[in-house]
């Protein structure tokens, strides 16, 4: 086997090896979430079963980091929730009062 070759395939052995390693850290972090994480992970996933709601979420988040006054935070936070579809007012304001709550 030429150096290329071996390279080639300890690169996909590194990669399989890390791939298995992060689902074995995950399936770990599973079994170590608490009630309060499993029910906010269950809300965060139904925000992104549909493109719009990934939308929606991917804003909040967005103006959640943007500034470092609290207020403001709200205040944008309010905007975007005021221009979001109807229909997906009741999850988004769910899964923000939570953060909000717990901090």
Known sequence: MNSFTQKKTDSAEIIRKTLALAENWQN?????LTKNEKKRQQMMSRLLNHPSDKTVVMHLIDQSFRSRNPHRVVDQLKTELASAVARQLPTVIEVK???FING
């Open 97 to 99: 009062q939570q953060d």
């Open 28 to 32: 770990r972090a599973n079994t170590l």
